[in-house]
Nanobody, 126 residues
Framework: QAPLEASGGGSVQAGGSLRLSCSVT???????MGWFRQGLGKEREGIAS????????YYAESVEGRFTLSQDKANRMLYLQLNSLKPEDTATYYC????????????????????WGQGTQVTVAQ
């Protein structure tokens, strides 16, 4: 199994919803996990991070109020609920882990993560 495997992407109409999942191996699970995305021709964007203890979530302004990050520590799963999707949310979404043993403290930039999965594509049509 890859250290992190994202799934759940798909194609939806604007205003629709998707739920992304990320399966994480025991060795990859860390005190700070998160998601970032990259649209075609765009820079990578950190969108949400979650600290393990305590369970604190951080969101980028672009997704605040629409996306919800959660974790199932017992099963080493991350979830990202995407609601009120917009065409500009079209991107490949990656789940990732921060290196070291630090909490997140804020939304982490993609370059701060040390491992990420293969990504799952989200396409939002007008």
């Amino acid at each position: 199994q890859a250290p992190l495997e994202a799934s759940g992407g798909g194609s939806v109409q604007a205003g629709g919803s998707l739920r992304l999942s990320c399966s994480v191996t025991a060795s990859a699970w860390n005190s700070c996990m998160g998601w970032f995305r990259q649209g075609l021709g765009k820079e990578r964007e950190g969108i949400a991070s979650i600290s393990s203890e305590p369970d604190i979530k951080y969101y980028a302004e672009s997704v605040e109020g629409r996306f919800t990050l959660s974790q199932d520590k017992a099963n080493r799963m991350l979830y990202l609920q995407l609601n009120s999707l917009k065409p500009e949310d079209t991107a490949t979404y990656y789940c990732a882990r921060l290196g070291g043993s630090s909490d997140c403290y804020r939304v982490r930039r993609p370059g701060e993560y040390t491992y990420w999965g293969q990504g799952t594509q989200v396409t939002v049509a007008q």
